[in-house]
């Protein structure tokens, strides 16, 4: 079997100081992944059973055939009540919803508007949609105002709340605003502000009252609220139309009632964490309060980014943290711009004070 074309873009790929390996978690201090409130560090989801109704491992098909089960429904309808909305529907990963929304709502003709750092999952949906598509400078208002212009057909924005590498937050009042003057549709990502974001973690839209403002919301359960999966909320006929249309809902087997039955879980522990939102807000203040040579990104939720550019320099520092059993993950280009390569730190409810000025020592002591 001739497997050279895949060597040599793998070959490409380590040349560049890009290549990308599976590695396992090594028990260091966690700097690195998107448990922010601590609810798979802490164990606080058990799921050992349901109601009786539903099986609890394997839905057995897909939503439209076999895989539709009453706890599924009434767990739609209690996103749909947290989050201020008619309804919701599950997909079985923010990936899936992202694609599975924007692959199918704008048609050939209609215009998408999204920011330029907007995560692949919705680029991939937008490419899949055959609509105009065109990004607009990073938070920037003056420039999506210039494209919203010059947009035809139904026009859609889509922006991420918190941006998942960056960890800066949009500017949602003027987008919204701007939404309403040029009759465009607000899609807005809430993965990392879900659980984070808000006095009950319902998220940076809800937040600031712009929950009707919105056409449609993606809400991810795999970072914060610690399980997995995901719902696009919005109108009955949002709904509908995904159920008809929506090819990754339409074509993949029902989520299980175990990983429901976590959702359902998570979501009645995350809103009362108002503590660990607190003293995780309390240890982003003091990891940027403290820094004073790093080149942080502008980002005051729980993930910082420092910038080292290229990829050679940033696996180093990475590497000198993993020796001070320090968990943090070099993000390299292509995943960043070329320059804007950083270590992506992410901190959580769990860290202790003396861990963040551990970490900031060490970045500190780098030069």
């Given amino acids: 079997m001739n497997e050279e074309f895949l060597n040599r873009k793998l070959q490409q790929r380590k040349e560049s100081s890009a290549f990308r390996e599976l590695r396992q978690k090594q028990g260091a201090v966690d700097f690195c992944s998107n448990d922010y409130l601590g609810i798979v560090t802490g164990n606080r989801i058990n799921i050992e059973h349901t109601n009786g109704q539903e099986k609890l491992y394997g839905s057995t098909g897909s939503r439209l055939i076999s895989g539709n089960y009453p706890l599924i429904e009434e767990t739609e309808k209690m996103l749909a009540e947290f989050h201020d909305a008619p309804a919701a529907l599950i997909f079985n990963s923010g ?12 048609q050939r003709n209609d215009t998408v508007l999204y920011d330029q750092l907007s995560h692949a999952s919705i680029r991939d949906g937008i490419r899949l949609s055959h609509a105009f598509a065109f990004s607009f400078e990073h938070n920037d208002t003056d420039d999506l105002e210039r494209l919203l212009q010059l947009a035809t057909g139904n026009v859609f924005v889509v922006t991420e709340s918190v941006f998942s590498m960056d960890g800066d937050v949009a500017p949602l009042d003027e987008i919204a605003e701007l939404c309403s003057s040029y009759n465009a549709m607000l899609i807005v990502d809430e993965a990392h502000a879900t659980g984070v974001i808000g006095k009950r973690g319902e998220g940076l839209t809800q937040h600031l009252g712009l929950q009707n403002n919105c056409f ?32 990754p809902f339409i074509y993949t087997t029902g989520m299980p009632a175990s990983a429901v039955q976590a959702i359902k879980q998570s979501y009645s522990i995350f809103p009362e964490m108002e503590g660990e939102r607190a003293h995780l807000f309390h240890l982003v ?18 993930i910082q980014g420092v910038i080292i550019p290229g990829n050679d320099e940033v696996k180093s520092a990475a590497h000198l943290l993993q020796e001070r059993n320090l968990d943090v993950r070099p993000i390299l ?10 270590l992506r730190i992410v901190l959580h409810s769990f860290n202790t004070e003396a861990e963040i000025d551990q970490l900031i020592a060490v970045l500190e002591s780098r030069k």
Avoid at 95 to 106: K, Q, S, V
Avoid at 285 to 297: A, Y
Avoid at 333 to 342: K, M, S
């Fill in 95 to 106: 990936y899936d919803a992202n694609i599975g929304l924007l692959g199918c709502i704008p």
């Fill in 216 to 247: 449609a919301r993606v809400h991810t359960f795999g970072k914060a609220l610690g399980c997995h999966g995901a719902a696009v909320v919005g109108s009955t006929s949002l709904k509908n139309f995904l159920i008809n249309f929506s090819r």
């Fill in 285 to 302: 203040k003091r990891f940027r309060d403290n820094t004073v040579t790093l080149r942080l990104c502008k980002s005051v939720t729980p």
């Fill in 333 to 342: 280009y292509p995943t960043v711009a070329r320059g804007r390569e950083r």
